[in-house]
């Protein structure tokens, strides 16, 4: 039987990081719930080959249900009926497998019926099912949105709405507005307090909702009347059990078919309140969406994957004047670019899935006791790390799944164009990944502090202190160079102390600091296994020729020049 | 209403669809070293249509019996994963050698060790021997009606089940009468996933002979948790005439293994175009070659 998590060695090597030690003992509290259920971990190495094994379900089902399903899926789509959306046929199939094998709720904790699985091996189930259908992911990956529930919502509302997630409902979380795209702060959709019936009624409009008619969704709208920006706005709890939201539209979309994206229509809709009143958009939608990020990255790793796979399958089986054209340096060439860049993506998500493993935990793990100093200092370490590094991972894998895309395409030539082939479904699903959840420009925004304020670099030099077999020393001395032509570029930027020079380079900025974390986490993989030496080096090559050449661009800029650059 | 009690037979067998060069010894038996072990594919829907039973009257509960090696114990545990409640493992060197006819005998004298039953489901047939005779066999030493080649169980209760049968030129619905036995087709529903609850529940279940070599620590898990053990009987835990089982039992001969090498002159030329092709599936399915 075909399996997309055993057909891939490298995720379970993933998966075996020496820092999920740390990571299980702190997510199952010392294995305390050993006795209480009857699928808790006994200790480390059970709790390890229980992921290892939920994975090869996880795999299974990709590759034999989602996979076959999603060229149906993409040419079907959902449809509209009454208000309602209808999946597609293979959708729904999919939901079903998903279901009976368990596979919602998966890092909630037990009490809700979930399998409290650390994020590392929940995203890698994302990897896995992104690989198989990337649109059908965002249906079974929006169980993110329990996350946030789970974070700030009461322990009666967790009971009533987790323990549903866990029995396989589906959610929704409904941000975006007409008006409210990139800029949430204008969010308009109405929250008004009944006192009579004791409810939140909302009213209003929502656009571009993923699975906008899941079953519970978590809707951003405004509570406090005669407020416009962000402070005025609330989270709710909307369940669709009671009624008030329609399903106005499906938008036609270049990719990503099989997840329908609604526009919405709240009339009345009784809801409640997640959280405390204003606190919607500054806390917990910044929580959702780093949630959101991470699942986006998982998703792009997986859409690198198949294009990969695709590629490789396409270039080794087309013979063209007399031979395979993966013998052509052309071809080879561009081939092996494509498995490095997916190395790379994979790499950086499961290191920034480890971050946010950690600081969550502790976080979770602070609510039912106080820290001790040393968890403290821990959990904000972590968090800090996972800060940053979720909007670099974001951005840069996003483009990379669009790169490879764009490349699986060209390695299939004239077929490549034509829907025979999976390639030209992949291109078109990967486009979006650069766009929703903040597009690549709003992560380098959201990065750039790791920039400005030496975060990245920080994290650069623990990488470089790193012991390291004797043969890869030689590796460590190019990467210092490639950070010194970072450190340079980030000081000449910045010594103007003008910040519209600094948004003008920091694009280039996160990305020389993006090459540089990426070829020392393929270096560190190296050193675990020697497999990855073929892809760091390709990688690392890569990395300093993109790395000089923005060092190169930095070095010949300043402020003077911005004015060139504007349009009239 | 009341639970029905159900035993699905299952076997575990070679995985004979992925064969590669090694799939044969050179005196032409199956070398089963090179293959790997697979749950029936047919017992695996059988086994579905015992789940869905389950998952519409409560109550219900689902033993799978298998004969076979101390390794055959995988499929129970497969079963567990899936939502039966229990597993019995039947392995003796007794066994060894039997033919259809010996399996039938020694899987009817567990079942009468089980004794109470609803619904015996199996699949039609295992991909090694593709006999399609241990089902119906067994229904016949229980004494009791059987359903051969069913797609879907249309509806149960306490005393009756419809069924819709596969045939050859169409399909069939049928009642009978509980107990009963059932053979499910190749075309019914594909068994669920493994759940993950279920798996690490009972993915430390064993049979005895398993656990002759675990751990002290493992031991007393067992003790502490009684549904890891998986049944295991031997000729001595069943009611037998050992006469009847394993080679003993055995009437089937083999009288000669032919290995049967494709030669070059058997290839047939076809033309690109659909007619060929189309005809050349049908015969293919026809001959069994496929499908």
């Known amino acids: 039987m075909a399996n997309f998590y055993t057909d891939n060695p490298e995720i379970k090597f993933h998966l075996n990081h020496p820092l999920m030690k740390r990571i299980v003992e702190l997510k199952e509290r010392n294995f305390e719930e050993k006795d209480k259920f009857d699928y808790a971990p006994v200790d480390f190495e059970d709790a390890m080959d229980s992921y290892n094994q939920v994975l090869e379900i996880v795999g299974e089902i990709s590759a034999?249900?989602?996979?076959?399903?999603?060229?149906?899926?993409?040419?079907?789509?959902?449809?509209?009926?009454?208000?309602?959306?209808?999946?597609?046929?293979?959708?729904?199939?999919?939901?079903?497998?998903?279901?009976?094998?368990?596979?919602?709720?998966?890092?909630?904790?037990?009490?809700?019926?979930?399998?409290?699985?650390?994020?590392?091996?929940?995203?890698?189930?994302?990897?896995?099912?992104?690989?198989?259908?990337?649109?059908?992911?965002?249906?079974?990956?929006?169980?993110?949105?329990?996350?946030?529930?789970?974070?700030?919502?009461?322990?009666?509302?967790?009971?009533?709405?987790?323990?549903?997630?866990c029995a396989g409902e589906t959610m929704a979380m409904d941000l975006t507005e007409p008006d409210a795209g990139s800029d949430l702060q204008a969010v308009m959709l109405k929250a008004t307090f009944d006192e009579s019936k004791n409810i939140w009624l909302l009213n209003g409009v929502k656009r571009f909702i993923t699975n906008g008619d899941g079953d519970i969704a978590?809707?951003?709208?405004?509570?406090?009347?005669?407020?416009?920006?962000?402070?005025?706005?609330?989270?709710?709890?909307?369940?669709?059990?009671?009624?008030?939201?329609?399903?106005?539209?499906?938008?036609?979309?270049?990719?990503?078919?099989?997840?329908?994206?609604?526009?919405?229509?709240?009339?009345?809709?009784?809801?409640?309140?997640?959280?405390?009143?204003?606190?919607?958009?500054?806390k917990y939608v910044m929580a959702l969406m780093n949630g959101a990020r991470l699942g986006i990255t998982a998703q792009s790793v997986g859409v690198s994957e198949a294009a990969y796979r695709e590629a490789l399958a396409y270039a080794k089986e087309r013979k063209q004047f007399g031979k395979a054209i993966i013998e052509f340096p052309a071809v080879y060439e561009m081939i092996?670019?494509?498995?490095?860049?997916?190395?790379?993506?994979?790499?950086?998500?499961?290191?920034?899935?480890?971050?946010?493993?950690?600081?969550?935990?502790?976080?979770?793990?602070?609510e039912e006791r106080d820290l001790t100093k040393e968890e403290k200092e821990e959990m904000k370490r972590y968090q800090k790390l996972a800060d940053i590094f979720t909007p670099i991972s974001k951005g840069m894998t996003s483009e990379f799944a669009n790169q490879n895309a764009y490349d699986a395409v060209q390695v299939h030539g004239g077929s490549g164009f034509m829907k025979d082939y999976p390639v030209e479904r992949i291109y078109r699903d990967a486009r979006i990944t650069s766009i929703y959840e903040g597009t690549t420009q709003?992560?380098?925004?959201?990065?750039?502090?790791?920039?400005?304020?030496?975060?990245?670099?920080?994290?650069?030099?623990?990488?470089?202190?790193?012991?390291?077999?004797?043969?890869?020393?030689?590796?460590?001395?190019?990467?210092?160079?490639?950070?010194?032509?970072y450190e340079a570029a980030v000081k000449k930027v910045t010594e103007f102390n003008n910040n519209e020079f600094i948004d003008f380079h920091a694009r280039r900025m996160v990305e020389m600091a993006g090459h540089i974390i990426m070829s020392y986490l393929l270096l560190l993989d190296c050193n675990r296994d020697h497999n990855y030496w073929k892809t760091f080096e390709v990688y690392m090559k890569y990395g300093a020729a993109q790395v000089a050449a923005h060092a190169q661009y930095i070095k010949f800029s300043s402020p003077n020049d911005i004015g060139k650059f504007k349009i009239e | 209403m009341n639970g029905l009690k159900i035993i699905v037979l299952a076997k575990q067998v070679p995985d004979t669809r992925n064969v590669g060069k090694d799939a044969m010894k050179a005196d032409g038996t199956v070398n089963r070293a090179?293959?790997?072990?697979?749950?029936?594919?047919?017992?695996?829907?059988?086994?579905?249509?015992?789940?869905?039973?389950?998952?519409?009257?409560?109550?219900?509960?689902?033993?799978v019996l298998t004969m076979g090696p101390v390794r055959a114990a995988e499929i129970l545990r497969e079963g567990l994963f899936r939502g039966t409640d229990e597993g019995v493992l039947l392995t003796d060197r007794a066994f060894a050698g039997a033919d259809t006819l010996a399996t039938s005998y020694a899987l009817s004298c567990a079942?009468?060790?089980?004794?109470?039953?609803?619904?015996?489901?199996?699949?039609?047939?295992?991909?090694?021997?593709?006999?399609?005779?241990?089902?119906?066999?067994?229904?016949?030493?229980?004494?009791?009606?059987?359903?051969?080649?069913?797609?879907?169980?249309?509806?149960?209760?306490?005393?009756?089940?419809?069924?819709?049968?596969?045939?050859?030129?169409?399909?069939?619905?049928?009642?009978?009468?509980l107990p009963i036995l059932i053979t499910v087709?190749?075309?019914?529903?594909?068994?669920?996933?493994?759940?993950?609850?279920?798996?690490?529940?009972?993915?430390?279940?064993?049979?005895?002979?398993?656990?002759?070599?675990?751990?002290?620590?493992?031991i007393t898990m067992i003790n502490e948790r009684p549904y890891l053990n998986i049944k295991e009987w031997s000729v001595n835990d069943i009611e037998s005439d050992r006469e009847q089982l394993g080679l003993n039992g055995s009437p089937t001969k083999v009288k000669k293994i032919e290995n049967i090498v494709f030669q070059a002159k058997e290839a047939k030329q076809l033309t690109n175009n659909d007619r060929d092709i189309e005809e050349l599936m049908k015969e293919l399915l026809s001959n069994h070659t496929i499908g």
Not at chain 1, 361 to 366: F, G, N, P
């Open chain 1, 336 to 366: 092996s670019l494509m498995k490095a860049k997916l190395d790379a993506s994979r790499t950086i998500l499961y290191e920034t899935a480890r971050f946010v493993d950690i600081y969550k935990t502790l976080m979770h793990i602070s």
């Open chain 1, 64 to 165: 034999e249900i989602v996979a076959p399903n999603a060229e149906g899926v993409d040419h079907d789509g959902p449809e509209l009926v009454d208000g309602r959306v209808k999946y597609a046929q293979g959708t729904e199939v999919n939901i079903e497998a998903l279901r009976q094998a368990g596979l919602m709720g998966m890092s909630l904790p037990r009490r809700f019926n979930g399998l409290n699985f650390p994020i590392v091996p929940y995203i890698m189930a994302a990897d896995i099912v992104s690989r198989a259908d990337a649109g059908f992911v965002n249906i079974w990956g929006l169980q993110d949105c329990a996350e946030t529930i789970n974070e700030f919502a009461t322990e009666e509302q967790k009971e009533r709405f987790l323990t549903r997630v």
């Open chain 1, 442 to 485: 709003l992560q380098v925004v959201a990065a750039i502090r790791g920039v400005t304020t030496g975060g990245y670099l920080a994290r650069i030099k623990e990488y470089e202190a790193e012991a390291l077999k004797p043969e890869l020393e030689g590796y460590r001395r190019v990467l210092v160079g490639l950070t010194e032509q």
């Open chain 2, 185 to 218: 087709n190749g075309s019914a529903a594909a068994c669920r996933p493994r759940n993950a609850k279920l798996l690490m529940k009972y993915k430390h279940s064993t049979t005895i002979s398993e656990r002759q070599e675990k751990s002290e620590d493992y």
């Open chain 1, 218 to 282: 978590l809707v951003l709208a405004r509570s406090e009347e005669g407020t416009a920006d962000g402070r005025g706005l609330s989270m709710f709890i909307y369940d669709k059990r009671n009624g008030g939201v329609t399903v106005r539209r499906i938008e036609n979309k270049m990719g990503i078919k099989g997840s329908p994206t609604c526009e919405l229509v709240f009339k009345n809709a009784p809801a409640e309140l997640c959280g405390s009143r204003k606190l919607g958009l500054i």
């Open chain 2, 111 to 177: 079942i009468k060790k089980i004794k109470d039953f609803d619904l015996i489901i199996s699949g039609r047939q295992a991909i090694d021997g593709d006999t399609a005779q241990v089902g119906p066999q067994v229904a016949e030493k229980l004494n009791i009606a059987q359903i051969t080649y069913a797609e879907e169980v249309l509806s149960v209760n306490k005393s009756a089940i419809r069924v819709k049968r596969r045939l050859e030129r169409g399909v069939e619905v049928v009642e009978g009468k």
């Open chain 2, 34 to 63: 090179a293959l790997p072990a697979i749950f029936n594919p047919e017992d695996l829907n059988a086994l579905e249509q015992a789940l869905r039973i389950k998952d519409q009257i409560p109550g219900t509960t689902i033993t």
